[in-house]
């Protein structure tokens, strides 16, 4: 379930991973700690925050806080253990957690059925077997990739718990 913030207040004295870079600002995959935040009649967010290893202070001001939950989500487990991922982990977690069905599976289902039935249509004959091959090729096609998908994800996290895990627990999965 995506996390959802109503008014911008219930984000002070939290950590924020930071998804995306913005100029003068942190970049992408900080660990930030909202210190102090406001909201202007006119919908205007501006938040005070913290990076959690440096401790400089900075500000920044969005439009809506739609604009501020497109920057920052809540992560705590990242936050509570930053310190056993690289920056290139945080980076590639961010990356996979961010893609919806919409953004990752439907455009490459689009350019495999436009595949599938290209090959079909050029360089079958038009008769029932290969269209009811296209079809079972189409089906087989929007599985695997939606299986891709949801392993992708879980891949993800599985690891960053397994590296965590083995690292402070002495428990491997």
Known sequence: MAYMI????????????????????????TIVHIMDSSQAPDGTVVVNYRVIRSGQDFVVKFKSLKDFAKWARPDDFIARYQESFSKAEILHYIK????????????????????????????????????????????????????IYKKSKTSVKINLYRKVSSKNWGVSF
């Open 6 to 29: 109503t008014d911008i207040r219930d984000a002070v004295d939290r950590n924020f991973l930071v998804t995306k870079n913005m100029s003068k600002q942190v970049e992408s995959g």
């Open 96 to 147: 996979v957690s961010n893609r919806t069905f919409a953004s990752f599976c439907v455009p490459l289902m689009l350019v495999f059925l436009a595949a599938i039935w290209a090959v079909i249509i050029f360089l079958l004959k038009p008769t029932l077997v290969p269209i009811i091959i296209g079809a079972v090729a189409s089906l087989i096609a929007i599985l695997v990739i939606t299986i």
